[in-house]
């Protein structure tokens, strides 16, 4: 069976001293494991792609600013997509990307956008590949 | 054996077009369980606190704004003492509390500030405790 890529709602508490934002839980249906969190910042207009991994499953959040994500699944040789996900605090959900599909990001907040990714396994380099921005088309410049 | 409150330093890993910050991988010293991911903003000026956990120890990442976290350890009834940390990306650490421990943090930025909790247990009310501000007295103007 094939994994698709799935968007999960997450709640925001509001607090007058400053709101709590939900990322993940251990229960909930998308957690596979924990390998490691980092953040990644995307700076207004620049785009960071294509990546694709080999076995790391991605659980993305975006508290700061507002990132547009592109999805390119050749999985199908035969049909392969694009997906377009746009997430901020005002479109607040976790995007899940299962292994071998192709990821670029691109900044579209002024102030700067910042991503949390919680992945499955820890950070290696020998389980992803990389593609030049121009080595599969899309057109970045629309929103 | 009593468990410190811990300071870890994170890597930021440059890049022309948004940097990476490392938060926690399974492989840290320090890792325990994963519970449960959140974020919490906390305004300018504003303070949140104190809060005791009984069970979850807490990570603590501050990759936006600047936040000052007060801990006040009384698990020695003789001699409570208190720490206090100023983290930020400019002073990128991990702060590890174990349970037992009261804390409060205030938002030092005045754009705002964020901090990433990776906890080891999820969020259960039951196992918290909370103190109103001034029922630990602490001189919380001094920077």
């Not at 547009?68 to 040789?77: E, L, Q």
């Not at 990821?103 to 991503?115: A, I």
């Not at 389980?127 to 899309?138: G, P, T, V």
Request: proline share 3%.
């Amino acid at each position: 069976m094939t994994e698709d890529i799935k968007l999960s709602k997450l709640k925001i508490i509001n607090n007058v001293d400053g709101d709590v934002l939900h990322a993940l839980k251990k229960s909930s249906i998308d957690f596979k494991n924990f390998g490691e969190a980092y953040f990644s910042e995307v700076k207004y207009g620049s785009i960071k792609g294509w990546k694709r991994h080999r076995i790391m499953t991605l659980n993305l959040v975006v508290p700061v600013g507002e990132i547009k994500f592109v999805a390119y699944d050749d999985r199908n040789r035969e049909s392969p997509f694009f997906k377009e996900f746009v997430l901020s605090r005002y479109n607040f959900f976790r995007l899940t990307v299962p292994p071998m599909i192709w990821l670029g990001f691109k900044g579209m907040c002024k102030n700067g956008s910042m991503l949390l990714n919680i992945a499955d396994i820890e950070h290696d380099p020998s389980e992803s590949d990389n593609l030049q921005l121009d080595e599969i088309y899309y057109k970045w410049t629309d929103k």
